[in-house]
C-alpha cells in the first residue's frame, strides 16, 4: 500500500518546543510584539514593504477586496473559475461584481486573453490566483494591466516561493494574499497575510484587521487629523472602516517566525518531486507540459488528456484502496461556477462554458506533495497511473 497523506508532519516538534517556550516566559498572547516581528519577517522574505498577519488566507482576500472597494470604490473584479471559494465570496461580500474567465492548461491559472477581453471601463481588479504552486502571471499581462490602470491582485495561498518575471509571487500586483493553513507550504496552524508596498492599503488592512479602528492605523500624522476631525467621538474608539475582526495571535506568530527559516527549503523538495512525478508519468494520457517554470509546487497534479470518465473512475478507487489521499478538481473544488453559491446568484452562468476549467473539474485531481515524500512512493503513484 502506497499509503500517501495530503499532507505530512507540518507542525514539527521542535515548533511545539519553540511554542512552550514562549508560553512559559510571556504575558502577551494576541496580536503583539511576535506578530509584528513575523509580519517584519515575512515581508523581508517575500520582498515587500508591508505585510498584516491575519488569521485565515480567507480572511485575508475578505480583507483585500474590502479595502479596494473602500480606496477605489466598488466595481468589476475580473476572477477565475479555479482557485478557492473565498476569491470569489470576498468579491461579492465587498459588493464588487466579478467576472468569471476561464483557465489556460499551461498553468491552471486565469487564461491571459481571456482577463484582457472582460477589461472594461468598471473593471476595478484582476484578483488572479497562482494555483497550486505554479506561477499564473506573464509579464505581458503585468504590464497591460498596468497600461490600463487595472489593480492586480494575487492570491498566492497555494504557491508560497514561486517565481514569476524574476521576482517572488505576490510582490508583482498591487497586493497579495497568503494562507498559512496546515496543508500548505508552510502553517501557523491557521493564518494568512495581506501584503503591499502601498502605505495607504497597508493603514486600511491594519484598521480592517481590527473592527476598522482609527488607533490601529500607525500614521500618527493621520490618526491626530481624523481625532481632531471628530471631537466628540472618544478618540480610542472612532471606527473609519467597517471593518472586522480578523486578528491572529502571539502563539501562531512565533510558530510562523520558526517555520520562515525551514520554508526555502522545503520548496526545494517540494519542487524536486513534482519535477520526479512530471518525469515519471506516461504523458500521452497525462497533461505533464505545465508551465514549471519558477514553481512551487503544492501538491502533485493528476490531469487526463482525454475526457476519460472510465479512467478516471479507476484511477480514484484505485488511490482509495492505495490509501493515497487526493481531492478532486484541484484544492478549490474544481468550476467554481458550478457551485451553489453561484448559480443562486447569477443564474445566466453557464459553467460548461469554462471549458478548461470543466476539464479540470471532471478529469483532474491532485495528491499529496510534502517534503518528506519518498522518491519509491513517487515512482509507484507513476508505475500505477501509467498502467491502470
Ligand atoms: C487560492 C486560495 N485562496 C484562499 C484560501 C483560503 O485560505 P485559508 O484556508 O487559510 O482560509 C485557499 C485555501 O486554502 C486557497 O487555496
Redesign the pocket.
Known amino acids: 500500500m502506497l499509503n500517501i497523506p495530503l499532507m505530512s508532519n507540518n507542525i514539527s516538534r521542535e515548533d511545539v518546543e519553540v511554542l512552550i517556550g514562549f508560553l512559559r516566559g510571556t504575558d502577551r498572547f494576541t496580536n503583539g510584539p511576535k506578530v509584528r516581528e513575523f509580519e517584519k519577517a515575512w515581508s523581508e522574505w517575500l520582498g515587500v514593504k508591508y505585510s498584516v498577519f491575519v488569521?485565515?488566507?480567507?480572511?485575508?482576500?475578505f480583507m483585500t477586496m474590502a479595502g479596494i472597494a473602500e480606496l477605489y470604490g466598488k466595481g468589476e473584479v475580473i476572477v477565475p473559475t479555479i482557485?478557492?471559494?473565498?476569491?470569489i465570496s470576498s468579491v461579492i461580500a465587498a459588493g464588487h461584481t466579478p467576472v468569471f474567465v476561464d483557465v489556460s492548461m499551461k498553468n491552471l491559472a486565469m487564461s491571459e486573453e481571456a482577463v484582457l477581453k472582460n477589461i472594461t471601463g468598471n473593471t476595478k481588479a484582476v484578483f488572479l490566483?497562482?494555483?497550486l504552486g505554479l506561477n499564473g502571471l506573464s509579464g505581458h499581462l503585468t504590464a497591460e494591466l498596468k497600461k490600463r490602470g487595472v489593480l492586480l491582485i494575487e492570491?498566492?495561498?497555494?504557491?508560497h516561493g514561486t517565481m514569476t518575471q524574476g521576482k517572488k509571487a505576490g510582490t508583482v500586483g498591487f497586493a497579495s494574499?497568503f494562507?498559512?493553513?496546515y496543508?500548505?507550504h508552510m502553517s501557523t496552524i491557521?493564518?494568512?497575510v495581506v501584503c503591499t508596498d502601498d502605505e495607504d492599503f497597508y493603514q486600511m488592512m491594519r484598521m480592517y484587521r481590527s473592527h476598522g479602528m482609527l488607533r490601529e492605523n500607525d500614521d500618527g500624522g493621520y490618526k491626530k487629523r481624523m481625532q481632531e476631525a471628530y471631537p466628540d467621538l472618544n478618540p480610542e474608539f472612532i471606527f473609519m472602516v467597517p471593518g472586522y475582526n480578523m486578528r491572529s495571535t502571539e502563539l501562531n506568530a512565533v510558530i510562523g517566525l520558526n517555520q520562515l527559516g525551514r520554508l526555502d527549503g522545503q520548496v526545494k523538495k517540494r519542487q524536486e518531486n513534482f519535477a520526479a512525478f512530471l518525469d515519471g508519468l506516461d504523458s500521452r494520457r497525462y497533461y505533464t507540459d505545465f508551465d514549471t517554470e519558477g514553481n512551487s509546487n503544492?501538491a502533485l497534479i493528476v490531469l487526463l488528456r482525454d475526457k476519460d470518465p472510465e479512467l478516471f473512475k479507476r484511477i480514484s478507487s484505485r488511490l482509495s484502496e492505495e490509501k493515497v489521499e487526493f481531492r478532486r478538481g484541484t484544492?478549490?473544488g474544481g468550476n467554481l461556477a458550478r457551485q451553489p453559491f453561484l448559480r443562486k446568484r447569477y443564474p445566466q452562468i453557464k459553467p460548461e462554458e469554462y471549458v478548461n476549467a470543466d476539464h479540470i473539474h471532471f478529469y483532474g485531481m491532485y495528491t499529496g506533495n510534502y517534503p518528506g515524500l519518498e522518491r519509491e512512493k513517487i515512482r509507484g503513484l507513476c508505475r500505477i497511473l501509467n498502467t491502470l
Open positions: 488569521n485565515s488566507g480567507a480572511s485575508a482576500n482557485s478557492w471559494v473565498s476569491d490566483t497562482h494555483v492570491d498566492v495561498c497555494e504557491s494574499n494562507s498559512f493553513y496543508a500548505h491557521e493564518g494568512g503544492y484544492a478549490g
